[in-house]
């Protein structure tokens, strides 16, 4: 089907597009791939670089939640869009305890199935499991469960990513549709590897997760209570999504 497109939001990376090297490799042609910048010097740069490979669009934007939005903002609701980080190595799902990566063929064919789960499941947005461990990853779907920002399948319905919050804006943002009924489905079982708190991105801001830690459970204290680990927090209510 491929009635979907992949957006990606990047800053500071002019040097390299891991993402963007991945799909194209993968057969993705520049029609189906969006990367939004944030500042005009990332906007010349990239186009000047990548302009023939994919549609590089801009917006002004202070923080990783306002390229977000530029991504959405770029279409029109009910699109279909599969937002991923800039560095991702390639996406991947567990088989025989190792986490292989998606032929192209297995990689579409996923997407599609993702988004008709979603739409079977009263949910607007999908994504992995969050972290590279094929030990502790399982051929599960949670119904509602937080997602994080590095693959994430949202089907657009006026949701946006909110610019208070400079980190953990991915969890914001499952949670304002959980906090409206929506399911945020997570697949266990499929994973994309990124290079987190590397240059570029959110780099200069991870210092801030203790203030954003702080801000996001005082904004839902009825659906998240915080983890054991620093900085984390985990979900309340019932993953199967009753």
Not at 153 to 178: A, H, S
Not at 213 to 231: A, D, E, F
Request: charged content about 30%; some cysteine; glycine content about 6%.
């Amino acid at each position: 089907m491929n009635n979907y497109v992949f957006g990606i939001p990047s800053y500071k990376r002019s040097e390299e597009q891991l993402t963007l090297d991945y799909l194209e490799n993968m057969g993705y042609s520049k029609e189906q791939i969006y990367i939004s910048t944030q500042t005009i010097e990332d906007y010349e740069k990239y186009s000047e670089k990548y302009g023939k490979r994919a549609n590089i669009i801009y917006k002004q934007g202070f923080c990783v939640s306002d390229n977000r939005n530029t991504l959405l903002d770029n279409f029109e609701d009910g699109q279909k869009i599969v937002m991923l980080d800039d560095d991702i190595k390639y996406i991947g799902s567990l088989k025989d305890k190792q986490i292989k990566p998606f032929t192209k063929e297995e990689l579409s064919k996923f997407i599609d199935d993702a988004f008709n789960y979603c739409e079977v499941n009263h949910s607007l947005i999908w994504g992995g499991y969050p972290v590279d461990n094929y030990y502790f990853m399982k051929p599960t779907i949670d119904k509602k469960n937080l997602l994080i920002g590095t693959i994430m399948g949202i089907i657009k319905k006026g949701y946006r990513f909110n610019p208070e919050f400079r980190v953990k804006e991915d969890f914001d943002f499952c949670l304002q549709m959980i906090k409206n009924g929506y399911n945020c489905v997570r697949f266990n079982f499929i994973h994309a590897p990124a290079k987190h708190k590397s240059d570029g991105g959110c780099k200069e801001v991870w210092d801030k997760d203790d203030e954003c830690t702080k801000k996001i459970l005082l904004k839902y204290p009825n659906l998240i209570r915080k983890g054991c680990k620093k900085n984390s927090i985990l979900l309340k209510v019932n993953k199967n999504g009753k």
